[in-house]
């Protein structure tokens, strides 16, 4: 989201800041179906299902990277991938950059789904006791991964090259699916007395999956 006006300029998109805005408008007609849904389908459930979405659409970036010549240095201008020389690509080159742009869209709309927002709504986890500590260190754990992923990734693009970076970022979203499978319970509809109760004794990832298949 932060570099994605960089990065639709190297895909010599003519206007890359109107290509990014089609990316935040993708964040925030899924943000409110998620808004909508999270209760339904539930956190866990929510997590499971979207985080593969963002690994195809991550993979799919990846791909479309391979086909496109980048600079080296990705802040100096890159003649073939310019909009100046747009005209005199063939419509089969002109492709790819639309199908990263497809690719980057799929990531985000599946990441508002899921994991742009159930982590805002950890503190249900913490018994009242502790709440504003874990919620402090909860949202102070997501801003500085947050400043870890923006601080770092032009230079994995220039290190790695943007079709590597893709995967690394594809396998740390898989890590987190299998930590979501094997350790965060479903909380959805739960008390927060219930919820303390839950997580009593272990994670309660098999008793929160019980209770919600009795309720359903």
């Not at 899924?30 to 849904?37: D, Q, R, S, W």
Request: aromatic share 10%.
């Amino acid at each position: 989201m932060y570099f994605s006006a960089t990065i639709f300029t190297l895909l010599g998109f003519s206007s890359p800041t109107l290509t990014s805005m089609s990316v935040a408008i993708t964040n925030f007609l899924l943000t409110c179906v998620a808004l909508l849904l999270i209760d339904r389908v539930g956190r866990r459930r929510i997590l499971l299902l979207s985080i593969p979405i963002m690994v195809i659409g991550l993979l799919f970036c990846s791909l479309g990277f391979h086909f496109i010549t980048l600079p080296k240095d990705l802040n100096s201008e890159n003649p073939s991938s310019t909009a100046s020389a747009h005209d005199s690509v063939p419509f089969s080159k002109r492709l790819i950059p639309m199908a990263v742009l497809a690719s980057v869209m799929i990531y985000v709309g599946a990441y508002a789904l899921g994991l742009g927002n159930v982590p805002w709504m950890q503190s249900e986890l913490f018994p009242l006791n502790v709440r504003s500590l874990g919620s402090g260190i909860s949202t102070s754990t997501n801003w500085g991964a947050n400043f870890v992923v923006g601080l770092t990734f032009l230079p994995m693009m220039e290190l790695l090259t943007p079709s590597w970076t893709f995967v690394v970022y594809a396998v740390l979203c898989l890590a987190g699916w299998l930590l979501i499978w094997g350790i965060y319970p479903e909380t959805s509809g739960l008390s927060l007395e219930e919820t303390g109760a839950l997580l009593a004794d272990g994670w309660g990832v098999k008793r929160s999956l019980r209770r919600s298949d009795e309720g359903s």
